[in-house]
């Protein structure tokens, strides 16, 4: 479910009445429908006789009423009702609400995303939610289930209206039947878990851990001796938090002490959330049924009280058994009766892989049309009415049901829930009747003021950033000079390092230390050590830097050219004499590594999901811990696989969470990457600051990064343990995005190195992008168009290559500027010097927000006002070579791209006749 931020009052009808200590007011009147704009109070009544709310908007005594039944399995497979909705689920199998779209039809509505179930849409102050068919299990959708999004929709309506006197929730109003209006609110990332009963089969479930011995789950202490489906003394609360791709348990304690929520807010949400499972297993055992285990979530509001949003009490959130049966067969040792969807899963378990294929069949007419029945007997047994659907085609009425919103004059219900929406916003809208040239005036006025607000915080940070790198000079300063004192003299090195013009070169160029000497040796070289290139932000502190130096190896690096006459790969050195400018010397770009201490410690990131790059890892694991006599650190995953297969493995060593990430670089000397490019991209992900030198085994498609095979893997790594090897310095990119509500440049989210590119686009909007550049403060350009792509030179072959960039040389230094689309034939790209700082701004007059993405990852929205920046990291990535960085570039492009590869010019054709001169 989408989690809210923020929340805002509205003036068309309310949900959450004021509750006094002693007695609970509610908002409902035989004679005013649910969510309607007027409300009458009255007492709420004991739970066996609480009034049944409508999700509809009829008012109580229009309903169709149907007593509670006393269920069992045959009620559900032969009951009369089925056979009267049966014809009706049959006919709308094909027209199932799959897909919305409605900011097409809908003005103000932001954007979207589209969850398992529900398509989420933000209206500013408040979220347009829509309950779709879509069928979600083995973390993908599966089918489309007639009528689901209503019965779940209106299910959880029902649940919102008939608790309030326990807690006040999200809700605003319902327009449609499968849409909510909701308040926006913040979120506390924590789902409360409430179970009765000791069941379930998942990691996470009680029943998993109580088998295993686990007898203190969540904070709760639970006695020995309970079998599976038996129902505990009392109900427990197991919460989780949200993980990567899982759901993780987590004690009381922990969730205070980890700051997802204080005390008092935590105190206060378990006992509504207690609350809510206790009434809903009275209204449940009324009807029939065992409410087993459900989740909830709550959020907080701008006043300050918590409210429960998210769905309640669902068949998708909740776990239902049949009363009538339970006792008898949980005696018997049998499973209960029950009401779910599991049948349709094990379906797609019996006939497919439902997690690797990537095409599932077609889940048959018979079991989808059961399933549309189970939600409505679900719904009807627990609300006693008769749920609203129209015997058509259409559950919205005439139109096309597949997609919500891509037909505006399709169906009156659909009519009226836009109608409905649009007049919510137009509530926030603050210049409704003024005209819109002048809007647009006004908002082009806004991003000036903006800029020039900008420029002058600007000048006070970069008043303080000089003051800072004036701080960091003198200790770079200092440092080498103590650095080349103690240091041996080293052939081919500077003579005169004692000289003060030599001391201001290198701390002016902590990345390209020592002087150059003379051209009377073979290769010209330079020299940069280990701890130069990788120092991180602990290299100032003499204890840090000490245990860095004693756990990693040293190296040095050198660049050269082979003679004078050969200028290849130089770069010019400028220098000036008597008013003259001129090329005085040069240095070549071609760099070599030389390990001054052998390497003790690597590490291997593999390409996930691979047989061939499975078996290779465990291959040269051995080797390189039998033969080499080295540490080997690999990913979690890799491990735990590995383990899996042999305790052998044990020698391994990985990592046990994010924290401990940061701590990898201090301890590893060289990577060896298993993969494709994708490969590299990741492993260079890994380390937030200095990367090690990587060794890429090409396993993947195309390898423009990874120039070694791996068939002679050992014959590469001795090559490379051994020393000296040429390495590719590939330059990456820093980003941070700086918010419109940001009072200064330097409130700036966390930054993302991007070793490839930056994408930004448009997203799914009609819309063309407006985005203005600057470079240095400087204006360059508004991109109107698909995007922009911001490059280093190693990506220039993926993306930027694919939108008509130029492909360049990953070792020069630069930006490639490339627009995706540009709406206009003059929009070439560029290629920007290395030390400039590129900003990436939309407009306030943008009439749609634009999406950036980090080397393909990490995707996240830019509204209007805010602003991406890129510069050149300070820490590039080492890449070996299998001969020199030219020759991989070049043989690179010619192996995957095919560059310039054509069949050669026939020579039997015609040739030109000379004709003798007259």
Same mark, same amino acid.
């Given at each position: 479910?989408? &989690?809210?931020s923020g929340m805002a009052q509205c003036a068309r009808s309310t949900l959450n009445p ?178 009765? =009963? ?18 203190? =789950? ?53 006992? %509504? ?12 055992k009324e009807h029939g049924l065992i409410l087993v285990d459900t989740k909830y979530e ?33 005696? %018997? ?41 189970? =939600? ?49 916003l137009t509530q926030q809208t603050p210049m409704l009747a003024t005209d819109d040239h002048?809007?647009? &005036? ?16 600007? !000048? ?25 004192? %103690? ?60 245990? %860095?130096?004693?756990? !990693? ?245 993926? =993306? ?16 490639? &500027? ?41 995707? !996240? ?58």
């Amino acid at each position: 479910m989408f &989690f809210v931020s923020g929340m805002a009052q509205c003036a068309r009808s309310t949900l959450n009445p004021s509750r006094t200590p002693q007695s609970f007011v509610r908002t409902v009147s035989a004679k005013t429908p649910a969510f309607a704009s007027v409300s009458f109070p009255r007492t709420l009544p004991e739970f066996k006789k609480y009034p049944v709310m409508s999700c509809q908007g009829k008012p109580q005594s229009q309903q169709e009423q149907i007593p509670p039944p006393q269920l069992s399995l045959d009620d559900l497979v032969t009951s009369n009702r089925k056979g009267e909705l049966l014809g009706t689920i049959k006919d709308s199998l094909s027209n199932c609400l799959s897909d919305t779209n409605l900011l097409e039809t809908v003005p103000g509505l932001k954007s979207r995303i589209k969850g398992k179930v529900r398509d989420i849409y933000d209206a500013g102050d408040y979220l347009v939610l829509v309950t779709t068919d879509r069928l979600s299990a083995f973390d993908r959708n599966l089918a489309s289930i007639p009528f689901k999004g209503q019965v779940l929709n209106e299910t959880s309506l029902w649940w919102f209206n008939n608790t309030q006197h326990i807690t006040p929730n999200a809700i605003v109003s319902s327009p449609d039947k499968n849409v909510v209006i909701a308040k926006k609110c913040s979120v506390f990332t924590i789902e409360f878990v409430v179970r009765g =009963y000791v069941t379930g089969s998942t990691d996470t479930s009680l029943w998993t851990v109580y088998k295993k011995g686990v007898r203190n =789950y969540c904070g709760n202490v639970i006695s020995d001796g309970l079998v599976k489906n038996q129902k505990l003394p009392a109900n427990i609360l197991t919460p989780t938090t949200k993980a990567e791709d899982h759901d993780v348990p987590i004690t009381p304690n922990e969730i205070v002490e980890g700051g997802f929520m204080t005390q008092a807010e935590f105190d206060e949400a378990s006992m %509504k959330a207690l609350s809510l499972f206790e009434f809903g297993q009275r209204v449940a055992k009324e009807h029939g049924l065992i409410l087993v285990d459900t989740k909830y979530e709550f959020g907080r509001s701008s006043d300050g009280s918590i409210l429960l949003i998210d769905e309640i009490h669902t068949p998708d959130s909740s776990r239902y058994w049949l009363a009538g049966s339970y006792e008898e067969r949980f005696q %018997k040792g049998l499973e209960p009766e029950n009401v779910d969807k599991e049948f349709i899963r094990l379906w797609f378990k019996e006939n497919c892989n439902p997690y690797e294929d990537e095409v599932l069949p077609a889940a048959p007419a018979e079991l989808v049309t059961e399933l549309a029945w189970r =939600y409505i007997f679900l719904y009807e047994t627990i609300t006693g009415s008769r749920i609203d659907i129209l015997p058509t085609q259409d559950p919205f009425g005439n139109g096309d049901a597949n997609s919500l919103g891509s037909n505006p004059e399709s169906g009156s219900s659909l009519a009226q829930s836009e109608k409905a929406v649009e007049e919510l916003l137009t509530q926030q809208t603050p210049m409704l009747a003024t005209d819109d040239h002048l809007i647009e &005036f006004s908002e082009a006025l806004r991003t000036v003021a903006k800029a020039l607000r900008g420029s002058a915080e600007g !000048k006070a940070l970069a008043q303080a950033e000089a003051a800072e790198w004036k701080r960091r000079y003198e200790l770079e300063r200092s440092k080498n000079l103590e650095l080349l004192n %103690k240091a041996p003299p080293l052939n081919g090195v500077c003579a005169d390092e004692s000289s003060s013009k030599g001391m201001d070169h290198l701390a002016k160029s902590p990345r390209r230390h020592g002087q150059e000497n003379g051209k009377s040796g073979r290769y010209s070289l330079e020299r940069i050590c280990s701890h130069d290139v990788l120092q991180d932000g602990e290299s100032n502190s003499p204890n840090g830097s000490n245990n %860095k130096l004693k756990r !990693k190896a040293s190296f040095k690096l050198s660049w050269g050219c082979k003679g004078q006459a050969n200028d290849q790969h130089k770069k010019e050195i400028v220098s000036f004499e008597s008013g003259n400018i001129t090329t005085a010397d040069r240095s070549s770009k071609q760099i070599s590594l030389t390990w001054e201490t052998s390497p003790q410690t690597v590490i291997i990131f593999t390409k996930p999901n691979s047989t061939s790059v499975r078996l290779l890892s465990v291959e040269m694991l051995r080797w390189l811990r039998d033969h080499k006599g080295l540490d080997v650190y690999v990913e979690p995953r890799v491990k735990a696989e590995l383990l899996a297969e042999s305790s052998s493995f044990d020698f391994v060593q990985t990592w046990e969470d994010d924290k401990e990430i940061s701590l990898l670089h201090p301890m590893i000397d060289l990577v060896i990457t298993l993969g494709g490019d994708g490969t590299v991209l990741w492993a260079a992900s890994m380390f937030k600051g200095p990367v090690p030198p990587i060794v890429p085994f090409s396993m993947g498609s195309l390898g423009f990064m990874t120039p070694f095979h791996s068939e002679q893997y050992r014959d590469c790594l001795e090559a490379v343990l051994k020393g000296p090897i040429s390495i590719t310095l590939r330059h990456r990119l820093q980003c941070h995005i700086i918010r419109d509500k940001a009072r200064h440049d330097y409130e700036t989210e966390d930054n993302t190195l991007v070793l490839n590119e930056v994408t930004i686009d448009r997203g799914i909007s009609s819309y063309l992008t407006n985005l203005e550049c600057y470079c240095d403060n400087s204006f360059v350009t508004c991109v109107q168009g698909d995007g922009l792509i911001l490059s280093t030179t190693s990506g220039s072959t993926a =993306y930027s290559l694919a939108a008509g960039g130029s492909m360049v040389h990953p070792q020069v230094p630069g930006i490639l &500027f490339t627009p995706i689309c540009p709406h206009s034939l003059s929009f070439r790209p560029l290629i920007l010097p290395d030390h400039v700082t590129v900003r990436v701004q939309v407009p306030f007059n943008s009439r749609s927000s634009a999406w950036v993405s980090f080397d393909g990852k990490g995707r !996240k929205q830019l509204e209007a006002g805010d602003a991406l920046v890129c510069s050149i990291a300070p820490w590039p990535v080492s890449t070996a070579c299998q001969v020199e960085s030219t020759h991989d570039f070049l043989r690179s492009i010619h192996d995957g791209l095919h560059w310039n590869l054509r069949k050669t010019q026939s020579s039997d054709g015609p040739r030109d006749t000379i004709y003798p001169l007259l």
